[in-house]
Every structure is written in C-alpha cells, then in structure tokens.
C-alpha cells in the first residue's frame, strides 16, 4: 500500500506527467526536455531524478550524453497496470492547449535532430541505417555558398544572429537589422567571438530600415514577417534597399492553428498562406516569384515555406537571360 501511494503522489504532478507522456515518444536529454516543456532545466532534471527513483524513467549514456526514456518495465507492467492507465490519458488530451504545445515543441527537436543529417538508409547498411560521421545540413548550406559570388546581403529581423554569421561565410557583406538593441549586442558579441567581421549591425524596424534605396543585393526575411503588424509595408521596404535585379527572399511559417505562439514568441500572424505570401511579394512589384515548402514533417504543426521575387530593371537596362548585371564598387 505504501509503494502505490508513494507511486500515485509521483504521478499526481501536471509536470511530470507531461514528461512521460513526451517520454513515452522518444528518449531525451535534459536540454531537449527543457526545450519542449517551456520549463526550467533544474525543474526539469528534478523532475526526472523522482521518476527515476519510483522506476518509471530510466538513464543511459551515449556519446557524452544522458539520455532518458520509460523505463523498460513500465511499458511491460512492472508497475501493474500503471502504463494501460496512462496510455489513454495521454491520447484523450491530445487536443488540450498544453499538450499541444508540447508536442510542437517535441517536433521542433526531432527536426534538429533529423538536420544534423549524420544518417541515411542505405542498400548496404548495418541493420538499415549507416553512420556518416560529419555530414549535416549546415555543411552542406555551406558549401552550397561557394557557388555563390560575393554578394551585399540585409537580414532583415536577424535575431541573435546565426543565419547572419552563416551568410557572412560566403557574402562580401550583411547588413544585420533588428529592432532590439539586446538582441544586437548578443548577436554581435557571437560574431565576435567567431571572428567574422564583414558585417555590419544595425538597429531598425521592418517598416522603416536604415538603409538607402538599392543598397544590397539580397533581402533576407527569415522567420521575421510573422512579427509584422503590416507585413506588405515590410515586404515593400525590403524592395526598397534591394537594387533593381537584386532579390527579396523570404522563409517564414505557413498557415497554421497554434495560437500559443502568440504569448510564449510574440507573433503577430499565425503564418501564412502559400498562395497569400506569394501575393504579398507580387503586390511588392517583385517579378518571378515563388513560393516552395522549405521543410515540413507529418504531425509537425509548422511547415516552412521558401518565397522569393526579383526587382525588375528598368526597361532600358534589362538584359538577355544569364547575363549579370556590373558589379558595383563599395
């Protein structure tokens, strides 16, 4: 009787509840956990240390990592019927506005994990899969940037920095905008620290950036139009600092029924519609324009789209296909 007390006063808390029901998908560090949960990292490896003593979580260790997952024996009835029990909580509260979160969330991770890349299916692979020890997409953007000439490149709504720092790899310079001056202090101290040094911070608004009319070449919005009370007034500015034949590249969210995003990330917009983003870009006097899926995964609430558009030259300067436009001097 003490031991089924002991067990139902551990399963009596919303938080670790939430952690099996997460658990029960896949295992996790703590860091991952943090992340899907919205909860401290020391709530959360406390969490974890009482679900591990009452043997309903168990700990392995894999390439420097703790990993946690149910421990094996609950799902085979270790515990009586403990886990026929929960099984069905957790699937009638699917639909709840925690849960929810939570699992987009634990999507979001599995992505990152799945864009590290360092797998694939192979006809000649030890049980169907085979290690491929430094492959990742970042490489891979990388090297795709080596194809690219030297271009003047705004990131617009740049964050703390990272696709910055990324496009600088193979820019010949970026304009970094972003209206928070912390959040520029942050992303500077990083370049910093990685030593890249061909950009330029600046802070600004999406309706009104601080740079002069064709200024740049590309026009980078990346998980920023969301954030914008009037999204065709930011699409119009980033046309404006694009010279004539430049591009306006956009990667944002597509429609979609999270509204929590509105609270915990200050989102404006719940995405976009393919077909409304790409008529954004057109009412922008962008030529060309397209609209892709970037990455999307079934079960995953959000779905990145890709759109892009050219300025046209004016009529006296447009030349034949393929033939590029002179390179202006800084």
């Known amino acids: 009787m003490e031991h089924t007390a002991s067990l139902f006063r551990l399963l009596g808390d919303t938080a670790r509840l939430r952690l099996?029901?997460?658990?029960?998908?896949?295992?996790?560090?703590?860091?991952?956990?943090?992340?899907?949960?919205g909860l401290a990292q020391s709530g959360v490896s406390r969490h974890l240390g009482l679900l591990k003593d009452g043997g309903l979580v168990a700990e392995t260790r894999q390439g420097g990592f703790t990993f946690y997952e149910i421990a094996p024996d609950v799902r085979a009835n270790g515990h009586g019927a403990v886990w026929p029990l929960l099984e069905p909580l957790f699937a009638a509260s699917a639909s709840t506005p925690a849960v929810r979160q939570d699992e987009a969330r634990?999507?979001?991770?599995?992505r990152l994990r799945r864009e590290n890349f360092d797998r694939h299916d192979g006809p000649d692979a030890r049980e169907g899969r085979q290690l491929v020890p430094g492959r990742s997409w970042?490489?891979?953007?990388?090297?795709?940037g080596h194809l690219l000439p030297p271009l003047e490149i705004a990131d617009i709504g740049c964050g703390e920095g990272y696709l910055t720092i990324e496009a600088a790899r193979w820019a010949a310079h970026v304009t970094?905008?972003?209206?928070?001056?912390?959040?520029?202090?942050?992303?500077?101290?990083?370049?910093?620290?990685?030593r890249v040094t061909?950009?330029?911070?600046?802070?600004?608004?999406?309706?009104?950036?601080?740079?002069?009319?064709?200024?740049?070449?590309v026009a980078l919005l990346s998980q920023a139009l969301h954030h914008a009370p009037d999204p065709a007034r930011a699409i119009a500015e980033a046309v404006r600092i694009v010279h004539p034949g430049g591009r306006v590249l956009v990667l944002d969210l597509r429609a979609h029924d999270e509204p929590w995003v509105r609270q915990q990330f200050g989102d404006v917009h719940l995405g976009f519609a393919d077909g409304a983003l790409g008529t954004l870009l057109a009412r922008a006097g962008l030529a060309d324009v397209r609209v892709q899926v970037g990455s999307r995964k079934t079960g995953d609430p959000f779905t990145v789209l890709i759109a892009s558009g050219v300025k046209p030259l004016p009529h006296a300067e447009r030349r034949a296909p393929g033939t590029q436009r002179p390179r202006r001097s800084r």
């Open 106 to 110: 634990l999507q979001e991770v599995l």
């Open 20 to 37: 099996l029901r997460v658990l029960a998908q896949d295992r996790f560090n703590v860091s991952e956990l943090t992340g899907i949960l």
């Open 198 to 217: 061909n950009v330029t911070w600046k802070r600004g608004d999406l309706a009104r950036l601080p740079l002069a009319d064709d200024a740049v070449d």
């Open 176 to 194: 970094a905008i972003d209206r928070s001056a912390a959040v520029l202090a942050r992303a500077k101290a990083l370049a910093e620290r990685r």
């Open 138 to 144: 970042a490489a891979w953007a990388r090297a795709l």
